[in-house]
């Protein structure tokens, strides 16, 4: 028994809320103590399910319990059984099939069901089963129709898994009582019971007490006499599912030969393990040689039963004896021994049409074997040394010591081949016999597996769909992909505890049929081809619609349960962005106070719009910032990645999201209400003023850092572009103020820095200051002014320097003549410049920001390098300075005296 959980960790799942009989329970569950949240979480769930469905407490809680004592009785696979998963985690992923939940200890029956599951003709008929008679079904007619229920869901839910308990519980006996859940643990007679009163159902008759009959069934688990009913060869279950068996006794009575022949219907055809493969085991089945047969006269005789099969089934089943019965122990022993099959075996051998061929063929090959025997016998002395240990061995460890030998080694080896040889030869020559005995082919579908002990263990299927050549693991609530190599790894039994127990053939042209079209898809309803299959077009329009139904009712409860843990989420989040905005904003405004100079903060989208409302004075933009912030902390939380603007948000979510904020924040905290239609169309308006403040911002970047390092040719094609967007601007705008600014700055610079005598004279400066110039970005009453004052610069360069080519730049300048080469190289930004503007832009994500501390990286450069600016070049500012609070204009003498 399990050691208690410990107060303290008692007392600390207490303090979280859970009842101590729900601490227990998962405590008594789990593997490991880190697996305990989620136990915790997941019975909480399901006890909350229990509470609001009253009518179903009783048996939701029992279901519970099932599985709680399933898991418990089967620790070493518990994790097969009892599995916890969220609400995401219920939704079945595209074109992989629907599983079945596991209500106790029935895995065995889900792989069956699954492996009826694949038999189309068998689901068309479920599918299309109409009840005769109305109100109240028996129960055979109502275990169909709960079948069929759970064949729909299986064919279109969007559900991972269908719950099989309204199918398992309306399965009963001969004498109409239910089997009871987890009771049950032989396949054999479970199955039997099964298709006895699905057969009864589809036939649509009652069971009366004169259709029971004793009939023996030896089966893994159940030693003794069962009673079950005779299942009616001609019904469909018949058909499907069932091989017709030709009895022959054969034997000696008063010195006459007797023979006795009946016939009876096999669901599963028993193999013995001792004969290690398939087709030995189906031979040791179809003849049985009895040595002591006691006749009617009581004389011990030589007799031969021969179960010969009638004609060729759709399906061909076979159980493998794997468990036994040890007096000694009083108790059933599973055995592991390897046992093999082919994915294709025939038929033919086996059909009473051909039993004397075949009887013909066994003696024949009976020799062969004999001889087979005998050189397999020899290759074992031949090979065994004194206590057993291989002469090869030996032999390799005498070489490495004498360092000799090796012509007897190499002799040893070859005797070995020889004899290996003759083995393969007279296998090949065995098998050759049954040539012409290949007409029923057969192919291999489904494996149930068993992992465990006679008792005890767990079952999967491994199932192949021939339409999508692959096979699939079937293991309760998990599906998935299998390789061939696993498949069969698991199925021959290398693996101590794993091994095949039930085997299903379907005949060729059975699967040739399937083969056809496309059978199964597994297409969940939001795809394309959703129900555009066989299995689709079995479902008449009611099913279709029942379908539509749960689906839609399915994914509304996904989406509320997700909604109702991301808005949890969010309220987390939320907080933390909150506190982070405010905080950060007062960090850097606190930091900037003293200029008089600045642009709005550029950190993100919220403290953006936070120094946009201090700007204006007012709070109008409050409510935006709250939502702006909850679109954020929603787009991390949410599992698509989605946020809460540019999406059609459920009003529900809205509400209950208003209702939670109400009950964690304040007024200061929380946004006051839902966005009217004006704080949308400002937050459209705010959105793109952000993306265009960052491209402008990128843009004044760039030209500072060009102007600082003295690239005037550069500076003069960013300074048009910048001008370009910064016109468009209010007035008041900090980058329309700086552009203006530029406007005058710039080419006082680039002019009054080639005045002075020993001064260098750039003259491609000049020219694309004329180009630029030309473009008169910021004309106003003062536009004159400036023109002749830089005409007067211009005199002043040509005066010094005696240059004749600046005076053709004064003339174009005072004309305003554009030049087209000049005007190019001023129009288009080189790449290195485009570069670094999309580089910086891609700093400022307006959804995806984080609440981590980060560099401001344009706010920083805009604030710093204006200062940079102010220092490199004070002599020309001190210009400027003295050009506007002049009336008049500027000398050269004036202009040199300021410059030195």
Same mark, same amino acid.
């Given at each position: ?18 009842? @101590?009989? @729900? ?68 939704? &079945? ?5 629907? &599983? ?19 038999? %189309? ?29 759970? /064949? ?61 009959? !004793? ?6 688990? %159940?030693? /003794? ?56 085991? /189906? ?59 082919? +994915? ?45 240990? !291989? ?17 007897? /080694? ?19 020559? *065995? ?50 992909? +299998? ?19 039930? @085997? ?89 106070? %003293? ?39 929603? &787009? ?36 006051? &209400?839902?966005?009217? @239609? ?112 830089? %005409? ?38 080189? !790449? ?50 003295? *050009? ?17």
């Amino acid at each position: 028994m399990k050691t208690q959980i410990n107060q303290k960790l008692l007392d600390q799942y207490a303090q979280m809320g859970f009842s @101590l009989e @729900l601490i227990n329970m998962a405590w008594e569950i789990i593997n490991m103590e880190s697996e305990m949240m989620d136990t915790l979480l997941t019975l909480s769930i399901q006890n909350q399910k229990v509470q609001i469905k009253q009518d179903n407490q009783d048996e939701e809680i029992l279901i519970t319990q099932a599985l709680v004592d399933s898991y418990q009785t089967n620790q070493q696979i518990g994790s097969h059984i009892f599995e916890l998963v969220s609400p995401e985690q219920k939704k &079945r992923v595209d074109r992989i099939p629907c &599983r079945l939940k596991n209500i106790g200890n029935t895995c065995y029956f889900n792989s069956l069901l699954q492996t009826y599951f694949f038999n %189309s003709q068998f689901v068309k008929t479920i599918i299309t089963f109409q009840p005769q008679q109305q109100g109240k079904q028996n129960k055979s007619i109502q275990l169909v129709l709960n079948l069929q229920n759970l /064949f729909i869901k299986m064919i279109g839910s969007d559900q991972k898994y269908a719950d099989p308990s309204e199918v398992v519980k309306s399965i009963c006996d001969d004498f109409g009582n239910v089997l009871p859940i987890g009771d049950q643990q032989d396949v054999g007679e479970f199955n039997h019971y099964f298709l006895s009163r699905i057969g009864e159902g589809l036939a649509q008759i009652e069971r009366k007490s004169k259709n029971i009959v !004793d009939s023996q069934i030896y089966t893994s688990s %159940s030693i /003794f006499k069962q009673k079950s009913s005779i299942i009616n060869e001609e019904d469909i279950v018949s058909q499907l599912f069932l091989c017709k068996i030709f009895h022959q006794f054969q034997f000696e009575q008063g010195g006459y030969q007797q023979i006795r022949e009946s016939t009876e219907l096999f669901n599963f055809i028993p193999l013995d393990l001792k004969d290690g493969n398939l087709y030995d085991s /189906f031979d040791s089945f179809v003849v049985n040689n009895i040595d002591d047969f006691k006749n009617d006269f009581n004389e011990i005789v030589q007799a031969v039963k021969y179960n010969w099969i009638q004609s060729p089934p759709q399906k061909l089943s076979f159980q493998i004896q794997r468990v036994t019965y040890c007096k000694q122990k009083n108790e059933l022993i599973k055995q592991n021994d390897e046992f093999t099959f082919d +994915e294709e075996i025939y038929l033919d051998r086996f059909l009473i049409e051909n039993r004397e061929k075949y009887l013909n063929i066994r003696n024949q090959n009976k020799e062969l074997k004999i001889k087979q025997k005998k050189i397999q016998l020899s290759q074992q002395q031949l090979t065994k040394f004194n206590d057993g240990k !291989d002469l090869q061995d030996v032999i390799v460890d005498v070489i490495q010591f004498l360092q000799m030998q090796n012509k007897l /080694f190499n002799n040893l080896q070859l005797k070995k081949q020889s004899l290996q040889k003759l083995i393969d030869e007279l296998e090949i020559k *065995i098998q050759s016999n049954y040539n012409d005995l290949k007409k029923h082919k057969y192919l291999l579908q489904s494996i149930l597996i068993h992992d465990g002990q006679a008792n005890s263990g767990h079952f999967y299927t491994y199932i192949k769909d021939f339409g999508f050549d692959k096979w699939f693991k079937f293991n309760d609530m998990n599906v998935n992909v +299998e390789t061939k190599q696993k498949v069969f790894q698991d199925a021959f039994g290398m693996q101590n505890g794993i091994n095949a127990y039930l @085997l299903i053939y379907n005949r060729l042209d059975i699967v040739k049929q399937e083969l056809q079209s496309q059978m199964r898809t597994y297409r969940i309803s939001s795809e394309n081809q959703y129900l555009n299959d066989i299995y689709g077009s079995y479902l008449n329009q009611k099913q279709k619609e029942q379908l539509v139904k749960e689906n839609k009712l399915f994914l509304n409860e996904i989406n509320q349960q997700i909604s109702l843990r991301v808005i949890d989420q969010l309220i987390e989040c939320y907080s933390i962005r909150f506190e982070f905005i405010n905080e950060q904003y007062r960090i850097i405004s606190s930091s900037v106070q %003293s200029e008089t100079f600045k642009p709005l903060i550029t950190l993100n989208f919220p403290i953006f719009i936070k120094s946009k409302m201090a700007i204006l004075g007012q709070d109008n933009y409050e409510n935006i910032l709250k939502w702006v912030i909850i679109d954020s902390a929603l &787009r991390e939380v949410n599992p698509d990645k989605s946020g809460y603007f540019g999406l059609q948000i459920n009003k529900n979510f809205e509400n209950y999201l208003i209702d939670k904020f109400k009950d964690k924040f304040n007024e200061f905290k929380r946004p006051s &209400r839902f966005l009217s @239609l004006k704080e949308q169309d400002d937050f459209h308006l705010l959105f793109q003023e952000y993306i265009q403040y960052i491209a402008i911002a990128s843009l004044a970047s760039i030209l500072f850092d060009n102007l600082l390092q003295q690239h005037f040719s550069n500076s003069l094609s960013v300074l048009h572009h910048f001008s370009l967007l910064a016109k468009q601007l209010d007035s008041q705008n900090y980058f329309y103020k700086l552009a203006q600014n530029f406007q005058r700055l710039i080419p006082i610079i680039i002019i009054c820095k080639m005045i002075p005598f020993q001064a260098i004279v750039n003259l491609q400066e000049l020219q694309l200051l004329q180009a630029y110039l030309s473009f008169q970005h910021f004309k106003d009453h003062q536009t004159y002014f400036w023109e002749t004052q830089t %005409s007067i610069m211009m005199n002043a360069v040509n005066e010094n320097h005696n240059e004749p080519q600046i005076q053709n730049i004064i003339n174009k300048f005072e004309k305003n003549i554009k030049d087209p080469n000049f005007i190019k190289k001023i129009e288009v930004l080189n !790449d290195d410049i485009s570069t670094q503007q999309t580089t910086l832009s891609n700093n400022y994500d307006i959804y995806q920001w984080i609440p981590n501390i980060k560099k401001d990286i344009l706010f920083d450069k805009l604030i710093n390098s204006y200062n940079n600016l102010k220092a490199k070049f004070a002599k020309f500012i001190k210009i400027q300075k003295a *050009i506007q609070e002049s009336s008049n204009l500027l000398m050269k003498q004036e202009i040199e005296d300021l410059i030195v």
